[in-house]
Every structure is written in C-alpha cells, then in structure tokens.
C-alpha cells in the first residue's frame, strides 16, 4: 500500500521559516499534479499550493511570495519552503496528488496523513 509521507512540521515562531517534505514510500512510476493543502481548527481544507511535473505552480493568494513549492521527479517528492510564517498558517498541512502510478496500480486523489505547523508569537 503506497503511502505519502509527510515530515517537517514544527512549531514556527511568526516571521520565522519551516520546511515541510512529503515521499511516497513505494516505487513509483509517475505522478501527475502534487500539492500541499492545510486545515485549520473549525475551517475547511484549502489549497495552498500545486506543482505539475513540469514545474508548473500554483499558489493560494494568502501564501504567495511567502511559500515556495518544489519537487523532485526522480525522487517523487515535494517540498514546501514556508517564509514569513504568520499565525494564520498554522494547520494540518496535507500533501496530495492526483492521480499516482505504480508497477501494479494507479492511485487517484491520494492524501498523505498530515504534519502540524503551529504559529507562535
């Protein structure tokens, strides 16, 4: 069973910089669309931010030209550079994909399980 494995949350103090790192933990054969997306207490889930395998990127408007995210398509993994943290980005921050191929299978709109980022003052 594939997993997408997320590491890298923390507690961040506002201002302040963390990185969050997601892998699949079989072999892959490829990944379509990537992504990070967070839930906060009480709110719904929201997009923060995808990466096509060509680099192609979008952003939510809340984290642009603070959040930066990348990936390795070799290595079928993404990261997300979080800069200027602020208290509001605190949340569960999940990484997805879309639709992810092994030898055996194909996986659509696959979760990993989620890292807390919390936002000190």
């Known amino acids: ?38 839930q906060a207490p ?25 959040f930066t995210i990348s990936r390795d398509n070799i290595k079928n ?7 200027n943290v602020k208290p509001e980005d605190a949340a569960v921050y999940y990484c997805h994909v879309d639709e992810m191929r092994t030898r055996e299978e194909l996986y659509l709109d696959y979760w990993g399980l989620g890292t807390q980022v919390t936002v000190s003052s």
Not at 49 to 61: F, L
Not at 77 to 83: H, K, R, Y
Request: net charge positive; with cysteine.
């Open 1 to 38: 069973q594939v997993q997408l494995v997320e590491s890298g949350g923390g507690s961040v103090q506002t201002g302040g910089s963390l990185r969050l790192s997601c892998a699949a933990n079989e072999n892959i054969v490829r990944i379509n669309i990537m992504g990070w997306y967070r």
């Open 42 to 66: 009480g709110k719904q889930r929201e997009l923060v931010a995808t990466i096509t395998r060509r680099a192609g990127t979008e952003y939510a408007d809340s984290v642009k030209g603070r």
């Open 77 to 83: 993994t993404i990261a997300l550079q979080m800069n």
